[in-house]
C-alpha cells in the first residue's frame, strides 16, 4: 500500500510571509493535492529572541489570502520542546550523543585556530570522547550529536539529484543548548517524524541542514523523508531577492492591488514548468504540479511579467462580482464613505468597461471613482487642458442638444453625438474628448455614451454644464 502523502511548511516568525516563502507553501499545498494527501503548517517558534510580534498572524493572514488551506490546526514548535528533549536523551542514553562543557571562550578560540589553518570552523569535538569528571565546576554543558567523521552523507533530491557531503565536513552539532532548550535542527527533525511528513520541500538553502539532519534521523532510527530542495528566487539581475527587487510581504502584493489567483500563477512558474502553458488555472496546477517540473537554477522575479499576469487575470479569469467585492473597500476609503447598493449594482454593471485597461486592483479601484464623485470634479492636468475655451463651446451645444432627449440609451446618445458631428463639420474625436473630461476629470475613460448611462441624464448634464462655456 502506498505510503499517504504529507508535506509541511514550517516558517520562522520573524516578520512577515515573505514571497519566497509563499512560493515553497505553494509547492507542499500543490503536491499534497496532487497526491491527495495532507498539507501541514508548523511555525518554527523555537528560538524565542528572535519572535517577531504580529508574525505569526502574518503568516496565517498571508496563507489564507492566497487560499493555501492547512490541514489540521497548525503546530507550534515551542509547544513540542519536552518531546524533543525526551529524543536528545534519548540519543544520549543510546552513546549517540554527549555533553560538551566548552566554554564561550574556548569556541571563540577553536574557530580562530581553524581560521588561521583554513580549516572549517565548526567545533572539534574536544568532549566527543572525554570523561565527564573532568568536566570543569560552575559550567552547564550542552548537549552535542556525535557526528559520523568518516564517510559520506547522501541526500538524494528530487530537484538537485543526488548531493553528497563529506562527514568530516560537518561537526557535532548542538541538540540542546546550556539552558537546557532545544536547538532548532534538533527539533526540525522529531517534528517531521512526528507530524508523519513524508516529503520534505523547501528553499536549497537548506541543503547542508539536510546532511545534518539525515545524520540525526538515522542516528534515531527513523526512515528518511523524501527530500525536494527548490532553487532560490533571485532579482531581475541575478542578484539573491532583496526588498529593492520585490521580496516584500504577500500582503504588501495584496496593497499593491494583486490578485491571489494571478501571484500564486505566478509564483507557481517562478522555478516550476509545465510545458509552455503560462496561465495556469488552480485545477490544473493541482492536476499537473510534480517535482520533476522544478528546474535547477534560481528563478528570476520580474514585476512587469507578475503586471502583466496580473491584468489578465482582471480581463479574462476573475468574476465581475469578486472584483467589485474587492474594489469597494478602495474605492469606500477613497470616498470617505459607504457605497450605497445602487451604486455597487452599477459597478457591478460597469465592470467589464473598466477591466480591460487595469493591471492591478488599485488602477481599477481609482478608474472608477469619478462614478461616485460629487460636483465639482477634480480634473488631471491632460484633461484641463482638453477643455480650452473652444471645447467649452462644444460642450455647451452638447449640452443643449441632450437636454431635448427623452430617451437616454447608448444607442440613441451615440445616434445624437454622430449627427451633431455631422452637422457641425467637426471630427468626432474633438467632441468625444471635451465630454469625456467634463464628465470624469481624466482623459482616459470607458466609451462616453456608457458613461452617460450609468451617470445618468441629469448628473451627465451637470457635470458637462459645469465645463461649458
Known amino acids: 500500500m502506498t505510503k499517504k502523502v504529507i508535506t509541511r511548511f514550517a516558517p520562522s516568525p520573524t516578520g512577515f510571509l515573505h514571497i519566497g516563502g509563499a512560493r515553497t507553501a505553494l509547492f507542499n499545498w500543490l503536491f499534497a493535492k496532487h497526491h491527495n494527501g495532507e498539507f501541514l503548517l508548523r511555525i518554527e517558534d523555537t528560538d524565542r529572541k528572535r519572535l517577531t510580534e504580529g508574525a505569526v498572524e502574518a503568516i496565517y493572514d498571508g496563507m489564507s489570502w492566497l487560499g493555501l488551506t492547512h490541514n489540521g490546526d497548525a503546530v507550534s514548535q515551542y509547544a513540542n520542546r519536552a518531546r524533543h528533549i525526551d529524543v536528545a536523551n534519548e540519543l544520549l542514553a543510546q552513546g549517540k550523543a554527549y555533553h560538551c562543557y566548552c566554554s564561550p571562550e574556548e569556541l571563540k578560540e577553536m574557530r580562530e585556530v581553524a581560521r588561521t589553518e583554513g580549516r572549517p570552523m565548526g567545533y572539534d569535538g574536544r ?195 469578486n472584483l467589485v467585492k474587492i474594489c469597494c473597500p478602495i474605492i469606500e476609503k477613497s470616498l470617505d464613505r459607504s457605497l450605497t447598493e445602487d451604486e455597487v449594482s452599477l459597478l457591478l454593471v460597469a465592470m467589464d468597461e473598466f477591466k480591460p485597461r487595469a493591471k492591478n486592483i488599485n488602477e481599477l479601484a481609482e478608474s472608477t471613482l469619478f462614478l461616485f464623485a460629487t460636483r465639482p470634479l477634480n480634473f488631471v ?47 468626432l474625436g474633438k467632441i468625444a474628448q471635451p465630454i469625456r473630461a467634463s464628465l470624469t476629470g481624466n482623459n482616459v475613460s470607458p466609451g462616453i455614451f456608457d458613461i452617460l448611462v450609468w451617470l445618468g441624464k441629469e448628473e451627465s448634464l451637470a457635470r458637462i454644464n459645469d465645463q461649458a462655456s
Open 127 to 321: 568532549w566527543r570522547d572525554r570523561d565527564p569528571a573532568d568536566a570543569p565546576d560552575g559550567v552547564k554543558p550542552v548537549v552535542r550529536f556525535k557526528s559520523p567523521n568518516e564517510g559520506e552523507t547522501i541526500i538524494k533530491d528530487q530537484v538537485q539529484g543526488d548531493v553528497v557531503v563529506a562527514n568530516k565536513q560537518l561537526d557535532d552539532m548542538i541538540l540542546l543548548r546550556a539552558d537546557g532548550s532545544p536547538t532548532y535542527m534538533l527539533s526540525v527533525v522529531v517534528d517531521d517524524y512526528d507530524m508523519g511528513v513524508t516529503h520534505v520541500i523547501r528553499g536549497d538553502d537548506h541543503l547542508t541542514n539536510a546532511a545534518r539532519q539525515a545524520q540525526l534521523i538515522l542516528a534515531i532510527g527513523w526512515n528518511l523523508p523524501v527530500y525536494a530542495h527548490i532553487p532560490l528566487i533571485h532579482g531581475p539581475d541575478g542578484a539573491k531577492l532583496s526588498k529593492r527587487h520585490g521580496a516584500l510581504g504577500v500582503e504588501a502584493y495584496r496593497d499593491l492591488g494583486y490578485l491571489p489567483s494571478a501571484l500564486k500563477n505566478y509564483l507557481l512558474r517562478l522555478g516550476w514548468a509545465h510545458g509552455d502553458d503560462e496561465t495556469i488555472s488552480e485545477q490544473q496546477a493541482i492536476e499537473w504540479f510534480g517535482l520533476d517540473g522544478i528546474g535547477k537554477s534560481p528563478s528570476r522575479f520580474d514585476f512587469t511579467k507578475l503586471e502583466n499576469l496580473n491584468g489578465y487575470y482582471i480581463r479574462e479569469v476573475e468574476s465581475n462580482e
Open 381 to 427: 492636468p491632460k484633461a484641463e487642458k482638453i477643455l480650452k475655451d473652444d471645447a467649452r463651446k462644444i460642450l455647451t451645444d452638447v449640452a443643449d442638444l441632450l437636454s431635448n432627449n427623452s430617451a437616454w440609451d447608448e444607442q440613441t446618445l451615440e445616434d445624437e453625438i454622430k449627427s451633431f458631428s455631422e452637422d457641425k463639420g467637426i471630427k
